[in-house]
Every structure is written in structure tokens, then in C-alpha cells.
């Protein structure tokens, strides 16, 4: 059975960064596209960005492009999300994602339970 992990959420300021991680258990790591998406209260989850299952290709949602960077390590079954210059709009639980990949919510067939990232301003 497939699980994902999420952890290094947290309390940062306004302009500051944080580093999310994602293990990946239970399956063959490289076999997926990795994705990150985040639900702010009272909102729909949106896609964030997507990483293909070597790690060459990444593509990003215009509200990160430029701030936040998709990278994996299939030795160590793990995606991360290093986010920098970070905003108050960007609190929400950050969820990662595994499967066939792309923007879509529905083209990922497992989830991680989530972490918080809280920015203030």
C-alpha cells in the first residue's frame, strides 16, 4: 500500500523559507509523478507543481513560478518542495501526490495527509 508523508511545514514570515519533504513507502517511487498541492480554509485544493518520474521535467503554477522549486531523490523516495520569498496568501496545508501526474486533482491516486505552512505577515 502506497503512503506519502509530508513534514516540514511550519510558522514562517513574510519573504522567509521552508522546505517540505514527502516519503514516499509501499511502492516504486520512480514510477510516478510526484505533485504538490495546497488548500488554503474555505478554499478548493489547487495544484502547485508537478515533477515527472525522472526528475528532468517540472512545471509550476503561476502563483509559485520563480519562488518555489519541485525536486526529488528516487534513491531516498522523496519529493520536496523548497519554497522561498514566501507570502501570506501562500498559507495553506500543503498535501504531495502520487501518480500518472499533470495539473489535475483527479490525475493522483494517492495523498499524504498534509502539512500546515502558516505565513505572517
Known amino acids: 500500500q502506497v503512503r506519502l508523508v509530508e513534514s516540514g511545514g511550519g510558522l514562517v514570515q513574510a519573504g522567509g523559507s521552508l522546505r517540505l519533504s514527502c516519503l514516499f513507502s509501499g511502492g516504486t517511487f520512480s514510477r510516478y509523478v510526484m505533485g504538490w498541492f495546497r488548500q488554503a480554509p474555505g478554499k478548493k485544493r489547487e495544484w502547485i507543481s508537478f515533477i515527472n518520474r525522472s526528475g528532468s521535467i517540472t512545471n509550476y503554477a503561476d502563483s509559485v513560478n520563480g519562488r518555489f522549486t519541485i525536486a526529488r531523490d528516487n534513491a531516498k523516495n522523496t519529493v520536496y518542495l523548497q519554497m522561498n520569498s514566501l507570502k501570506p496568501e501562500d498559507t495553506a496545508v500543503y498535501y504531495c501526490?502520487?501518480?500518472?501526474?499533470?495539473?489535475?486533482?483527479?490525475?493522483?491516486?494517492?495523498w499524504g495527509q498534509g502539512t500546515q505552512v502558516t505565513v505572517s505577515s
Open positions: 501526490a502520487a501518480g500518472p501526474g499533470g495539473s489535475s486533482l483527479n490525475r493522483y491516486r494517492y
